[in-house]
């Protein structure tokens, strides 16, 4: 049994119509926002740069192998920006601005834009991005542990289909 005191109705009920303009943040909220915010932006201008490398990746890719390779480009470009969207959402629940200026993405980003010019080079650079991109996550995650259920979520999700991404991109190197 948990320790936890539920709080009653009537105070939940005026607590609630307190610092309405602050929306999804409430007083129950223990997170420092700032440094989530912080983190959600970083996180976003990651699944950013992401999405532009392999759409890169899926035009300039040759060779006899390519068309597995652009596919599987493409299909993780779509699913990037399915990231960056719920970083976004997120972003703006807390109150906050999404950062899409792209002189700070780069900046901003935990991995970093190679283009890579062969196919192996491509993929590999994809994999290394992933692997920082699993590992960022991770920490975020355990960083924010219970103080932001929500956001934590939104990560774990995330970090899911970011190991599949490096699965599938260390599939590709190992066929070429």
């Keep these: 049994m948990s320790n936890v005191q539920l709080t ?29 915010l912080r983190l959600l932006n970083g996180s976003l201008a990651t699944e950013l740069v992401c999405v532009l490398r392999y759409k890169r990746h899926y035009y300039m890719a040759k060779g ?18 399915e990231h960056a969207d719920k970083l976004a959402e997120r972003i703006v629940q807390l ?27 491509m993929i590999f650079e994809d994999l290394v991005a992933e692997r920082i991109a699993i590992d960022s996550y991770r920490e975020i995650i355990q960083f924010i542990g219970e103080k932001d259920p929500t956001t934590r979520r939104i990560f774990e999700d995330i970090l899911a289909q970011e190991e599949e991404h490096a699965d599938d991109m260390a ?5 070429i």
Aim: aromatic share 6%.
């Design 8 to 36: 009653d109705i009537s105070t939940l009920r005026q607590r609630a119509r307190q610092n309405v303009e602050d929306g999804a943040v409430t007083e129950g909220y223990h997170a420092d926002r700032e440094e989530i």
């Design 64 to 81: 006899i192998k390519a068309s597995v390779a652009a596919a599987e480009f493409l299909e993780h470009a779509g699913q990037e920006a």
């Design 95 to 121: 109150g906050g601005e999404p950062e899409f200026n792209p002189d700070t993405l780069s900046k901003n980003s935990h991995a970093q834009y190679v283009a890579g010019n062969t196919l192996k080079e």
């Design 171 to 175: 599939d590709l190197l190992e066929g």
